[in-house]
């Protein structure tokens, strides 16, 4: 199970830090994503952390958003800083379980996917 928080209303220029956690056992060795889905788009990749560490942004949010783990607390996080209104969307947590190294992008390799949280930055 993977439940998204932290998303709501914003003025452009603020922050939000959106929290995902996730159920499992092996939750340190997921891959962990976050995707977002403005109305009438597909969902894009926005940032992805592997089990080691490593991570992926998408060019649209790179310097802006930050992606960590808290690894004891099974939560992933997605802190968002410098918002802009073209970032208003849904915003998706996924985990991929079975340990890749590399950094997922692609939506069908993810196995489990929370109900997203809205995030909203008025202009």
Known sequence: ???????????????????CAASGRTFSNYCM????????????????????GDTKYSDSVKGRFTISRD???NTVYLQMNSLKPEDTAVYYCAAE???????IT?????????QG???????
């Open 1 to 19: 199970q993977v439940v998204e928080s932290g998303g709501g209303l914003v003025q452009a220029g603020g922050s939000l830090r959106l929290s």
């Open 33 to 52: 994503g976050w995707f977002r889905q403005a109305p009438g788009k597909e969902r894009e990749f926005v940032a992805g952390i592997n089990w080691s």
């Open 71 to 73: 690894n004891a607390k």
């Open 97 to 103: 379980i079975h340990g890749s190294t590399v950094i």
């Open 106 to 114: 692609t939506i069908y390799e993810y196995d489990y996917w929370g």
């Open 117 to 123: 949280t809205q995030v909203t930055v008025s202009s």
